[in-house]
């Protein structure tokens, strides 16, 4: 049984090594043209600007006046939205 693995074991580092051959030198005379590739800040531009797309019949949120349910009900508002100022107890609630 130990035979059995040993060959096997055998086999599987010869295929590998097989499997691992450099490919062969192009001939004298011809040059492979040079890759030039992308710099790493182009190449996550491009994918970034991929991710930010909009997918091609998706869904866009209009909020057609309404709040955007994903800005923070904790974020203060802004000061042309109010004076921030509010009365202390139940007038500082009241609305009108």
């Known amino acids: 049984m130990k035979t059995f693995w040993l060959a096997a074991a055998a086999a ?19 040059e492979a043209p040079a890759a030039t590739l992308p ?8 994918i970034i600007d991929e991710e930010l797309a909009p997918a091609p ?22 000061p042309d939205r109010g ?3 509010r009365k202390p107890g139940s007038a500082g609630v009241a609305h009108g």
């Open 12 to 30: 599987l580092v010869a295929v590998q090594a097989v499997a691992q051959t450099p490919a062969p030198a192009p001939a004298a005379g011809t």
């Open 39 to 46: 710099s790493a800040s182009d190449t996550v531009k491009s």
């Open 57 to 78: 019949g998706g869904y866009v949120y209009s909020s057609q006046g309404r709040r955007d349910p994903f800005v923070s009900l904790l974020k203060p508002i802004g």
């Open 83 to 85: 004076s921030g100022q």
